[in-house]
């Protein structure tokens, strides 16, 4: 990670607003409530973590990235803000995820991936592990490419081959997975799914149980602790 972000931390931000879509929808609907933390998995920049921080200024925030070299970036972009007080940053790989990790005995509140699982090649142990690191009232929360199918071919082929450049790939698997299993929202939006236009990207929203539920025998040790923690 830190090969490919070494060069990439620069324009990180300038070309990803361009193809990455629903991220301050998903921020929005988040609907934080103050003193209620958030740990973003695969943080990046600390884009969405600076958007969320100014949202919501009585959350408590913190950003996980596999690569140090973005997380250089991010700590500047926190900094700039004037939000490194807020926002506490770690480095390590999303299916390793504990609280602990950020010197935490307390499970986190909610928990986003945005456009991280289409990078992380065992997506199912990240959510897992995520899911395990949540209260027993916490929520997940992910914004990523769909299948792309509402393009046509030769436009999904151009996007496709654009976003090789900053090796970038939709994994369709996710989606379809998600959509197997049949996430629509019940009278209170519990569990919701919901895809942008031409099936480009998803938003999706759940609670815990129902992630531990998806995530089946990826679940991590720790959530059986999460489980007897209170909401």
Known sequence: MDRVYRRQRYIYDLTRKYYLFGRDRMIRELALKPGESLIEIGCGTARNLVQIARRYPDARLFGLDASSEVLRTA?????RAGLSDRVQLAHGYAETLTPALFGRSEPFDRAVFSY???????????LAAAAASLSAGGRLHAVDFADLAGLGPVPQQMLRGWLSLFHVQPRVEIVRELEACNFISDSEGDNALSLLPARYAFLWNCSRQAALSFCGNHVAPQSQAAENSPA
């Open 116 to 126: 991280s699982l289409s990078m992380i090649p065992d997506w199912r142990g990240a």
């Open 75 to 79: 700590a500047q972009n926190l900094a």
